[in-house]
């Protein structure tokens, strides 16, 4: 399997960026899907996840009310957009599939960079 992010950049405090993460090569319905970011200088951390079918999409407590995932499983596509960005969202944002059977099945994409700045 391969994953692939697009979507980031620079944007100004308060600004707002659409991450994608496209998936090849996988039965993507199958994979519960999930965004990690990791800072300069700290651990890769949790962000949001969402379930490959049913349930509830998962957010880290420092996102909610700003940042939305969703999925497009015709698409093999997982979005997560991020809205009044904060500089302390500066961080390289990585997409991970997690099989939802097997957890020794999952693949990271190569992550994409995102600097909140003036």
């Known amino acids: 399997g391969r994953l692939v992010e697009s979507g980031g950049g620079l944007v100004q405090p308060g600004g707002s960026l659409t991450l994608s993460c496209a998936a090849s090569?996988?039965?993507?319905?199958?994979?519960?899907m999930m965004w990690y970011r990791q800072a300069a200088g700290k651990e890769r951390e949790f962000v949001a996840g969402?379930?490959?079918?049913?349930?509830?999409?998962q957010l880290v407590d420092s996102v909610k009310g700003r940042f939305t995932i969703s999925r497009d499983n015709a698409k093999n596509t997982v979005y997560l957009e991020m809205d009044n960005l904060k500089p302390e969202d500066t961080a390289i944002y990585y997409c991970?599939?997690?099989?939802?059977?097997?957890?020794?099945?999952?693949?990271w994409g190569q992550g994409t960079q995102v600097t909140v700045s003036l």
């Open positions: 991970h599939a997690q099989h939802r059977g097997t957890l020794t099945i999952h693949y």
């Open positions: 090569g996988l039965t993507f319905s199958r994979f519960v």
């Open positions: 969402i379930p490959d079918v049913g349930g509830s999409p």
